[in-house]
Antibody
């Protein structure tokens, strides 16, 4: 059974940093592209980033302006999202997701809430 | 990259069919056959129900079907059931490996 378990969310002050983790199991992590998707309270989904299976290539939403960095450790079956210079508008539930080919995500974690507030 | 446009809400009675539209541009929906749809219950993770415009993952009811014409993709739910009361999100490939989601649609089963 595919399982994705996010952790690392919490309350952070504006300008602060946070690192999210996503522990994967039940599939061959090292052969699958992975994504981060977020959802602000009461809003729709927003694609954040995708990282290829090898970890060599990563892609980001233009709106992030270089503040986030995705990485993965295939030896630990874990996906990461380093978030710096956090803003109030980054407040959201952050989901990690396994990609089905390039264009869709077929398994999702339960999400971790990030709140940016003073 | 602007979000794809979906109606805020759609409603129908049990047994009816409803269609949710997802309008993008010639750079996303119109450019690729890589539209996907997700069902989401409040407080839960999204669930993939359609990928690559019209394909259903294993285990998804055949009451869900997808299509595309030009810059607009559509999700049709046939034989509406109470369990279909949820939020629905579309998504499209943009370029390289980037994606864009829709604004989301609340489906209410009357």
């Amino acid at each position: 059974e595919v399982q994705l378990l996010e952790s690392g969310g919490g309350l952070v002050q504006p300008g602060g940093s946070l690192r999210l983790s996503c522990a994967a199991s039940g599939f061959t992590f090292s052969t699958n592209d992975m994504a981060w998707v977020r959802q602000a309270p009461g809003r729709g989904l927003e694609w954040v980033s995708t990282i290829t299976a090898s970890g060599l290539n990563a892609y980001y939403a233009d709106s992030l302006k270089g503040r986030f960095k995705v990485s993965r450790d295939n030896s630990k079956n874990t996906l990461y999202l380093q978030m710096d210079s956090l803003r109030a508008e980054d407040t959201a539930v952050y989901f990690c997701a396994k990609n089905l080919r390039a264009s869709a995500s077929d398994y999702w974690g339960q999400g971790t809430l990030v709140t940016v507030s003073s | 990259q602007s979000a794809l446009t979906q109606p805020a809400s759609v409603s129908g009675s049990p047994g009816q069919s409803i269609t949710i539209s997802c309008t993008g541009t010639s750079s996303d929906v119109g450019a690729y056959d890589y539209v996907s749809w997700y069902q989401q219950y409040p407080g839960k993770a999204p669930r993939l129900i359609i990928y690559e415009v019209s394909n259903r993952p294993s285990g998804v009811s055949n009451r869900f079907s997808g299509s595309k014409s030009g810059n607009t993709a559509s999700l049709t739910i046939s034989g509406l059931q109470a369990e279909d009361d949820a939020d629905y999100h579309c998504s499209s490939y943009v370029n390289t490996i980037k994606r864009v989601f829709g604004t989301g649609t609340k489906v209410t089963v009357l």
